[in-house]
């Protein structure tokens, strides 16, 4: 359910795996990928590398690389020598894979009966378990592809179930009566493309938050502003305008060996860790950041100052409208213990995704689901929700584990081995051969590493099957509960049972516990 890159990635490795048949349903009537936000010039915060195949199978057809040779581009690409490429460069290269597959699995073209099992156009309903059946029952809607008017109603029956129904924008409570405003234009960043040459007509604009969203739309704005009459104001709650964690021992938190790590912590550790990582994911790239000061100082140039202000630390407490064509915000500076009011003609909400609700799509299977404290699914090393043990499927998630496996959840540099764990897991076999180790840093004093059968899905149990976004951030902006049955030989939280052991020079030797 849902074709946004990580579905499409499971899509891309599971075409070819033998015996293996999926079918994908969304309900966009075609593959886009954050439209609002492909502002010209700017890049994936993660390599190219990242595409929905090549970290799990670099020869595979549908990797950008292949895009690339099919475009008759790839000469140009080697001599661009370009490491991150544009958002708008991976949305078409999506959109090949999706042609791709819904003809049949043939880069080139051709004719398929099923559309390569990828159904545009298509609305899941509701999911639930048959147990007579063995399988989970898909109630859906087949939408009119032109107004998006149910044309037809339909079921389909799958043995394992993989939901990647992506993120939502996220409107904070003070603004949600502003976003529904016709006269004013309070858009939130997704919709920003949409939006800009109403945005630009207006005398005076305040974006709000400091991620890599908002500070490509002030770069933006900025750009497109008449020199001494930038009318800017780029408000944020955080401390500072900061520059994503992005050194290459730092960027270790988006491997699987840090998936692994973080996955057998307990639940109240992983919880005080992900709200502690922020940097890792909402901060901003140093490259966007150098791009801004450049073009503010190249403003000065011309004498005075550019009419932007950038304000760190500052909270939008509420918001309401003057007359017809003013929003009037109400700010909260905490360090100064100030408050004022800041009248503007525009806002754009840069403030960020949350994960779409599932409980609605999914209200048939909850007395199936295992839930932690917080009451959020549990979700197994192998991507799979932890379900009673009489429904015999799985129901695989794919950004929506950010409480189990840590940041790197909707990161699109983790999407290919997901997908692989997930297809070695589906078929029982080892589909895609999967590394013993991603990193130099070793977390933890306890060291686990996937065997042959281990965490990367092996046969050690078959199972199961069928968003950005992840944010549209492209990268960095996603535990059994007590008593649930352990998984795979693992204790309470995960844990292998027995002694630790950590890898030393290629030989695994014992790890002494200290008392």
């Known amino acids: 359910m849902g074709i946004g890159p990580f579905n499409l990635s499971l899509a891309a490795l599971a075409d070819g795996v033998p015996g293996l048949r999926t079918v994908f349903f969304d309900r966009r009537p075609h593959f886009s990928w954050h439209p609002g936000l492909l502002i010209e010039g700017a890049t994936l915060q993660v390599p190219f590398l990242a595409d929905l195949v090549s970290l799990a199978d670099p020869s595979n057809r549908w990797s950008f690389l292949s895009f690339l040779r099919a475009q008759e581009r790839l000469f140009p690409f080697y001599f661009a020598e370009r490491f991150h490429i ?7 290269y999506c959109r090949w894979v999706s042609e791709g597959l819904a003809a049949g699995g043939q880069a080139d073209g051709g004719a398929a009966p099923d559309g390569g099992g990828l159904h545009f156009g298509h609305q899941v309903d509701a999911v639930r378990w048959n147990p007579e059946l063995e399988l989970f029952e898909l109630d859906f809607t087949q939408l009119d592809p032109f107004t998006g008017e149910a044309v037809a109603l339909g079921r389909r029956c799958a043995r394992n179930v993989s939901l990647g129904i992506g993120t939502a924008p996220y409107v904070p409570e003070p603004l949600r009566p502003l976003a ?9 960043s997704a919709d920003y493309l949409d939006h800009r040459e109403r945005l630009l007509a207006a005398g005076h604009i305040t974006v709000i938050g400091s991620g890599q969203s908002g500070a490509e739309v002030f770069l933006d704005l900025l750009r497109r502003r008449p020199f001494g009459r930038e009318g800017l104001h780029w408000l944020t709650r955080s401390g500072a305008f900061a520059p994503m ?15 692994r790590y973080f996955h057998a912590l307990p639940e109240r550790v992983r919880d005080a860790l992900v709200a502690r990582q922020g940097q890792l994911h909402k901060a901003i790239d140093h490259g966007t950041l150098a791009a801004i000061h450049d073009e503010l100082y190249h403003r000065t140039c011309q004498g005075g100052w550019p009419d932007a202000v950038l304000t760190p630390g500052v909270s939008v407490r509420t918001a309401g409208r003057i007359g017809r064509t003013q929003v009037e915000l109400h700010l909260e500076h905490a360090e100064q213990d100030e408050r004022t009011r800041l009248r503007t003609d525009a806002v754009v909400l840069a403030t960020g995704y949350r994960e779409r609700a599932h409980d609605g799509l999914l209200a048939a299977l909850d007395p199936y689901v295992r839930r932690d404290a917080a009451r959020r699914p549990c979700v197994d090393e192998r991507y799979r929700m932890v379900l009673d043990p009489g429904v015999t499927g799985a129901v695989y998630v794919q950004n929506a584990e950010r ?6 959840a909707p990161d699109l540099g983790l999407a290919a081995h997901r997908s692989a764990v997930i297809l070695n897991s589906l078929t029982g076999t080892e589909a895609y051969a999967l590394p013993r180790r991603t990193a130099f840093t070793t977390f ?3 060291v686990e590493r996937p065997g042959g059968q281990g965490a990367a899905g092996g046969p050690a149990e078959a199972g199961r099957d069928a968003d950005g976004a992840h944010g549209a951030d492209g990268r960095r902006d996603t535990g059994a509960a007590p008593g649930a049955a352990p998984a795979s030989g693992r204790g309470a939280n995960g844990q292998p049972d027995g002694a630790g052991v950590r890898e030393s020079g290629g030989r695994t030797v014992p790890l002494i516990r200290e008392p």
């Open 180 to 188: 529904d405003t016709p006269t004013v234009p309070v858009i939130h």
């Open 444 to 446: 933890g004093l306890r």
């Open 245 to 259: 964690e992005y050194s290459k021992l730092g960027l270790e938190h988006f491997t699987p060996d840090y998936t």
């Open 403 to 408: 409480h189990t496996h840590g940041v790197g």
């Open 86 to 92: 544009e958002r708008a460069e991976y949305d078409a």
